[in-house]
């Protein structure tokens, strides 16, 4: 064996530990790859959970607003009848009636639209609050999986351990959607 191959094969040997001891940091990375890669798809669908939710809140008092422009318009159509004369009373009477029957419908279901469309907005909010926390988690496990890398470019295990508590934290605010209600 000459004397160059021996230095090659010490050269290749030191090198191999040097990339041993790197497996670690390799390993967090690909986690940490994974774990962003799902806190932005849970944070995608939650926005759009949330977009839904104000389509379905919007739809809802699109409807309250209708039946109460319906109801409005009935009420004054029944104070045009008792404010005019008429020359069927009878008639007149049982036309108010029906307006006074629609008024009675129409005031419980107001009032049920309304409670909907509240509970609906009140949907939006936790569905954003829940979004606003996996965007906070994705930006924290992107920061420790930036600065886990530089580890592989200075060998310096402190930026290792930085990331990782970067990490953690970005886990944290993504585990911390299961406390929201």
Not at 56 to 68: I, L, P, R, S
């Amino acid at each position: 064996m000459e004397a160059n191959e021996a230095q090659e094969l010490q050269e290749h040997a030191e090198h191999g530990s040097h990339e041993s001891s790197l497996r670690p940091i390799a390993l967090t990375m690909t986690v940490l790859a994974v774990l962003v890669a799902v806190t932005t798809v849970l944070g995608h669908r939650t926005h759009t959970e949330a977009i839904l939710r104000q389509n379905q809140a919007t739809d809802m008092w699109n409807e309250y607003q209708a039946h109460k422009i319906r109801s409005n318009d009935t009420a004054l159509a029944a104070d045009l009848l008792s404010a005019l004369t008429v020359a069927d009373k009878d008639a007149a009477k049982k036309i108010a009636k029906g307006y006074g029957d629609h008024q009675a419908k129409w005031a419980d279901e107001l009032s049920k639209e309304q409670d909907e469309a509240r509970a609906l907005e009140k949907e939006v909010a936790e569905a954003e609050a829940k979004g606003d926390r996996f965007d906070l988690a994705e930006a924290m496990l992107e920061i420790g999986l930036v600065i886990t890398s530089v580890t592989l470019l200075t060998r310096k295990r402190a930026y290792w351990y930085v990331g990782i508590v970067f990490s953690l934290a970005g886990i944290a605010s993504a585990a911390s959607v299961l406390l929201l209600k």
